[in-house]
């Protein structure tokens, strides 16, 4: 069988790149979390913002 040019035969992995590697995929699956919660919480229905804006009366400039 023929390896791949990357990997020799006895050679030893990065373990400092694997652990990288690992925080970098854990890093970005909290921040997606994150923001998925946040979007969820923004648009709710029983969030309190969103019923306010919902019935709240447009921004008018005050007369002059």
Request: no cysteine; charged share 15%; aromatic share 2%.
């Amino acid at each position: 069988m023929h390896e791949s040019p990357g990997r020799h035969p006895g050679k030893h992995h990065d373990p400092v790149g694997a652990a990288l590697s690992i925080a970098w995929a854990l890093g970005h699956a909290i921040v997606i979390a994150l923001l998925g919660v946040t979007v969820h919480d923004q648009v709710h229905p029983d969030h309190p913002g969103a019923e306010r804006a919902a019935t709240a009366a447009p921004d008018r400039e005050s007369p002059a």
